[in-house]
């Protein structure tokens, strides 16, 4: 209906409340400033993620890809490979939050919390497609579609960037 905003707000299953609370109050001031007059926005954080839009997008599935991040630096040992295979079989099938280790290579991936178990998991096996088919070899990468994320990274190539704003 004509008027009426629809939103979400959402924290990484791994932080307590009160780490949440900041997160999301960082993201609405930062949304404000950088979106200060759009009828609809989102913005990723290390931590939350907020979105708002004058259509209702609630629990409707989307796929599509918002951003992506490759690193520069590549990795080109076949254990390298092995082990982020192993991680993104395991981030495939995460139940809405996920994180897995191999080794050396870490990753994590999140839905966001409207979506049905199975739109989360068609959403994290495209979300992981994408990382491999994207990011080839890229010892870090992050992958951000409308209603989920995938990341990996090998230990000491993490690139803590700042804000992800789509």
């Known amino acids: 209906p004509e008027g ?5 707000y959402q924290c990484r299953a791994d932080l307590r409340p009160n780490e949440c609370s900041k997160c999301v109050k960082s993201c ?8 200060p007059l759009a009828f609809g926005a989102s913005l990723q954080l290390e931590g939350c993620y907020i979105r708002y839009e004058h259509v209702d997008f609630l629990g409707k599935p989307d796929t599509s890809l918002w951003y992506k991040r490759c690193s520069k630096a590549v990795a080109n040992d076949a254990e390298f490979f092995r082990r982020r295979d192993d991680v993104l079989a395991d981030l495939q099938v995460a139940n809405g939050f996920g994180v ?8 994590f991936a999140l839905c966001l919390g409207d979506l049905s178990m199975a739109d989360c998991s068609s ?4 979300a992981v497609g994408k990382l491999r ?7 870090s990468a992050d992958v951000f579609l409308a209603q989920c994320y995938a990341r990996y990274w090998e230990a000491g ?5 700042g804000p992800f704003d789509f």
């Open 133 to 139: 088919s994207i990011c080839g070899s890229a010892a």
């Open 4 to 8: 009426f905003i629809y939103g979400l």
């Open 157 to 161: 190539y993490y690139d803590e960037a």
């Open 123 to 126: 959403c994290l096996q495209e």
């Open 100 to 107: 897995s280790t191999s080794g050396f290579v870490e990753g």
């Open 28 to 35: 609405v001031d930062q949304i404000g400033l950088i979106c």
